[in-house]
């Protein structure tokens, strides 16, 4: 049977000899499509005698599947170097640069992420948050707080006023978030435990002070509560805030209108090369006042003395953001300078919380 | 508060070291905020003698000196200061000495070839006087070796305290004292004081010449002459003392008082009785009447203040500043002098309204000790008399000395329970005593007697706090605070504080930086942006430009976007989140969360890039921060309106409104008013949004946390497309209304993908090309029931919006 063997030679040759797939599919045409050379010795089969469709059968069919199969493996290299040609020719520059997403670019504020971080902490020890205007009353931020008439605190250069309203009142911008405590004991029975953070002001602007800046205060009211869980807290908070395991701290009988005991806190700290450290080092550094809540403040609000107690502490959120990240200096908070917040900000996914750390 | 440690020793038996009396003050309350001792930082000066002064070999000006400094062989020195001489005493300083006054340390160095080991110096090299004539030239008989401070009497360190304002008793080292002897720190000294004998009445009658309700502005009012006094400088040990601590020595008379202020906070005042003419008034001073005061200026008065009046004037400023006219110089022979008592409440309005800071005001408007007035006009006698001579009068006394007296009903487990300090009863009435209280009762509760010079004691509180202070706040040990509740802690934000915290890190992740700018604005800037009522206004403004509370976030970001333009950053995108002000009332203020972009910060980036730059920034970019916002906040938007135009700030066809019905506004978006720009000097384009937090609707409490099944269709959705032809007139958002309301069960999205003006499309037309999204939920659609749903559609836009389907 040469002529099978001769054709199947031939099929094969112009199987391996075919350049493209359309060459290919040419080879398939003309030996397995309907006219086909393979396909019209299969239709011989079907008259040929018994006997000799028994020989003819496997003859035929085998050269068929050998000739099938060879197309199915040079279909097969040829897509392969057809990809192997596209992938040479597919090459991108991988040093291009790509935009930042919008989450990169975004920050925080300082003054934001640091009341975050102060809200992780104090939350978790059961405080809620109180707030309150920032326009106020002469009484709520001065008379109910057992500031004397004529006291330094109460004149034009100190406070800022509003104008003058019909009756002659004026009210005033708040100096400190304390009004915030006075409308907390006038309108929530004891226990009380919130902090109060805010925008506070005062009539002062040099290198040290912005007529605007941030406090947070805390308050405390129930019956048994004294300077010895006063003390425990602020070093609490301290140990968290500054991410430190242990810290310093002096407390130094002071005064203060509303608070009787009254003290300022200093933390220790050490200065290194215009870094500070805290729980380290011989130096000490204000940070807070507090007290036990002056019993004509708790009368003021309703409170008796003699039943309730409590505690008070204030400090700068603006002041304890730049102990903790460094800013030199405090003007720049409000100056709304992309460059500073870029350096200074936080990413907005960098949501303090105390499982995770408040900084990554 | 400043004074130095031997005048401290006058009053307090102690042989506490510096460091130790330091540290005690802080810590019972008398922060000290400075200690200077010059002993110390002068330690290595010795007084040495030049043996030889001979002419240096190699320079004109230089001297080589051989020096005994004291101890071991003579050192040799090249000097270069004019009077460097064989003979003289001066100071020497070795090498290894920092020197303060040139703020180097020495070193053995070679001067123009001859070796020098040490320095002579001068009064300026050592910090103590601008003296740069020549090296100090000490009298011969100066102890060679000796420390110089020692012997020049700078060996007295001075402590500063930083006095808080409820410690009037402070402002007296005898009152210091007597806190470092109740703090353990040696003895006080209790030197009684002997009354003058005086002879003879005083020549110069007072009258307190005040209305009846004034009665309380001078109490007590006390004078005495002294005739016959040499006044001349006061000797050396009471001027030393007064120039540590700052004060000029004047004259005997005055640094009398000036010593007697700080010695015993007692303020006095000495008139020349030769230029009293007739008797003293004293009463309120007369509107615009004038005196020329004591530091030269003159001072224009008002009815506010009182004086000390003689027949020719006003001589004196009540408790502030006494007057040029009868001041005591070298001169005087007669002397008054006053110890009186003043209301201080007037002495600080004075004193402020004149700004006249003086030793008396300091003192008289903390309140002095009304006991020690007459004591303090006899103890200011005496040292006339010691210093100056002289014959005294009997004291003319006007007045009287008030009551002060304050009894306290003191239970002594107030100290634990306001403390949380267990201390010994016996320790806490030592306490008291030492610090002048007088304590009766054996049992709890003890009745306490607060001293004259402590008008801060009020009450039980006041105890507590003198107690604990002196026996050390760091006694006290700090103990947890349980918990209210043993639980889990709850949730504390209110919805308020978590949409600030929502609004905040959502305006961050999309890229905007946040800002925190000034709650008070320009005038002008108010105004333009709906404020700038009167009500709002400051009367005190720090500056012209920040005088107005804001109404809104707006011109402070808008004014900090173009400060960064000009400094090189136009593309900036910058939020905040904060308070606005609408009135002074409480309700007047809201939280306000706005979002600005200028130039191209748009929300996928800004500028040039080569994958296509961004295009400047449209009122599209900041509508969607504000449907952002509203989505981060979980607000339900389905009750949203857009509607066109906006406050008079924007841009008013390009700026819309978002609210839930026409009364309830939620905020604001689009460009900046043009007129605004330019107003506020800023180029464009500025975009912003501005949402009202407090106009939010509050979200719904539900029972569980239960979200609804999930709706997943098995079958495919498919989407067909319809241009849209409508006037120009005609809302997008109408059109996607209407679609969708065709066939609510079957439509579950609409995209516009394509508006076209122009060529093709009628004038005062548009051409809106949406692409409906439809989700066969029970089968597959066929094309006949596409069909028909298709022409609903058309049909329900035709008829909502006049459309036609574009050809």
Known sequence: MTDLTSLETDLLAQVSGAADEASLEGVRVAALGKKGAVSELLKTLGGLSPEARKEQGPLINGLRDRVQGAIQSRRETLAEAALTARLAAERIDVTLPVREGPETRGRIH?????????????????????????????????????????????????????????????????????????????????PIRVICPGRTYRHDSDQTHTPMFHQVEGLV??????????????????????????????????????????????????????????????????????GMVHPNVLRNCGLDPDTVQGFAWGMGIDRIAMLKYGMPDLRPFFEADVRWLEHYGFRPLDIPSLVGGLTA | MKFTLSWLKDHLDTDASLDVIVETLTRIGLEVERVEDKAAALAAYRIAAVLTAEQHPNADRLRVCTVDTGEGAPVQVVCGAPNARAGMTTVFAPPGTYVPGKNITLSVGVIRGVESRGMLCSGSELGLSDDHDGILDLSTDAPVGQPYAAFAGLDDPV?????????????????????????????????????????????????????PEDAHLCPLFSLRLVRGVRNGPSPEWMRRRLTAIGLRPIN???????????????????????????????????????????????????????????????????????????????????????????????????GRRLGIVTDARYRFERGVDPAFALPGLDLATKLVLDLCGGTPSQATVSGEVPDTERI???????VRRLSGLDLPRPEMKVTLESLGFHVAGSGDRAKVLSPSWRPDIEGKADLVEEIVRIAGLDRIEPKPLPRIEATVIRPVLTVMQKRTRQAKREFAARGLVEAVTWSFIAQADATL??????????????????????????????????????????????????????????????????????????????????????????????????????????VPTGGLQVVAGGPDWLHPG???????????????????????????????????????????????????????????????????????????????????????????????????FDVYEGAGIGEDQKSVAVAVRLQPTDRTLTDAEIEAVSQKIVAEVTRKTGATLRG
């Open chain 1, 110 to 190: 300082p003054i934001t992420q640091v009341m975050d971080e102060i809200t992780a902490i104090f939350g978790d020890m059961g405080f809620s948050i109180a707030e309150g205007p920032d326009v106020e009353t002469d009484d709520l931020n001065f008379t109910a707080l057992n500031f004397p008439e004529g006291h330094p605190a109460r004149e034009m250069h100190d406070t800022f006023f509003l104008r003058p309203d019909r009756d002659g009142k004026r009210k005033l911008l708040r100096t400190h978030t304390s009004p915030v405590q006075v409308r907390t004991m006038r309108n929530v029975q004891p």
């Open chain 2, 159 to 211: 402590i500063e305290i930083n006095l808080t304002p409820n410690r009037p008793d402070c402002t007296g080292i005898h009152g210091i004292a007597r806190d470092l002897a109740a703090a353990g720190i040696g003895t006080l000294k209790r030197e009684q004081l002997t009354p003058v004998r005086g002879e003879g009445a005083c020549p110069v009658a007072v009258t307190r010449d005040f209305a």
């Open chain 1, 221 to 290: 009211i129930d019956r048994q509560a004294n300077i010895s869980h006063l003390k425990w807290i602020l070093e609490e908070f301290c140990k968290a805030f500054f991410e430190v395991d242990s810290v310093k701290m002096r407390f130094r009988p002071s005064f203060f209108p509303f608070t009787e005991p009254s003290a300022e806190v200093d933390i220790q700290c050490s200065r290194k090369g215009g870094e500070i450290r805290f729980g380290e080092g011989d130096d000490w550094l204000e940070i807070l006042g507090c």
């Open chain 2, 252 to 350: 005997a008379l005055v640094d009398i008082t000036n010593y007697v202020t700080f010695d015993r906070g007692r303020p006095l005042h000495v008139f020349d009785a030769a230029k009293v003419k007739g008797n003293l008034t004293v009463r309120r001073a007369r509107d615009g009447e004038e005196v020329l005061a004591l530091d030269g200026r003159t001072y224009r008065l008002d009815d506010g203040a009182i004086v000390i009046a003689d027949e020719t004037g006003v001589e004196s400023i009540a408790g502030i500043m006494g007057g040029e006219h009868s001041g005591c110089d070298e001169g005087t022979t007669d002397v008054l002098i006053e110890s009186a008592l003043w209301d201080p409440l007037t002495i600080a309005r004075t």
């Open chain 2, 408 to 414: 306290i009903d003191f239970p002594w487990t107030e």
């Open chain 2, 529 to 634: 942006f709906g404020g700038g009522k009167p009500e709002l206004a400051l009367a005190n403004p720090i500056a012209a430009d920040l005088s107005d509370m804001r109404p809104s976030l707006v011109p402070g970001l808008a004014r900090a976007a173009q400060r960064n333009a000009d400094r090189g950053y136009g593309d900036v995108a910058l939020f905040e989140v904060g308070q606005c002000f609408a009135s002074d009332q409480p309700e007047g203020q809201t939280t306000k969360a706005t979002a600005l972009r200028r130039g191209s910060a748009r929300h996928g980036g800004a500028g040039r890039h080569w994958d296509g730059a961004a295009r400047p920034v449209d009122a599209f970019e900041a509508k969607a921060d504000a449907l952002a916002l509203l989505t981060a906040l979980g």
């Open chain 2, 654 to 752: 390009r700026s819309g409104t978002l609210q839930f019905g026409p009364r309830n506004p939620i905020g604001f978006f689009g460009e900046l008013h043009p007129r605004v720009l330019k107003a506020l000097d800023i180029k464009g384009p500025v975009v912003v949004c501005e949402i009202t937090l407090d106009a939010l609707p509050l979200p719904k409490h539900r029972p569980t946390k239960m979200k609804p099944a999930a709706n997943l269709p098995d079958f495919q959705p498919l989407t067909r497309d319809f241009a849209f032809v409508v006037a120009r007139s005609v809302a997008a958002g109408d059109i996607l209304k209407a679609a969708q309301g065709a066939e609510r069960n079957l439509v579950t999205g609409i995209e516009v």
